[in-house]
């Protein structure tokens, strides 16, 4: 499933394995860039925000050309949340 802007709700896989929820979708203030808002889900559950062209962006392939997906967030089956 593949969109312009990730789904709010949506579980999401990191290329390196980990997985994180998309939690909200957000502008900044004085520039008006779109900013993912997430949260991984490991200990210690800690929220982070990313530019929505670098989580939208694909892997690397130079730098990881052993990484078994192809964009660096990918959203998991049957978990993609509420918009």
């Known amino acids: ?47 982070w925000i990313r530019p929505l062209a670098m989580f939208m962006e694909p892997v690397d392939r130079q730098k990881y050309p052993d990484c078994p997906q192809d964009m660096r967030f990918e959203l998991m089956p049957g978990r993609e949340g509420t918009q």
């Open 1 to 47: 499933m593949a969109t312009d802007t990730p789904v709010v709700g949506g579980l999401y896989r990191h290329f390196k394995g980990m997985y994180y929820v998309v939690t909200d979708i957000a502008e900044h203030s004085e520039t008006g860039e779109t900013y993912v808002v997430y949260r991984r889900l490991y200990p210690p559950y800690k929220a």
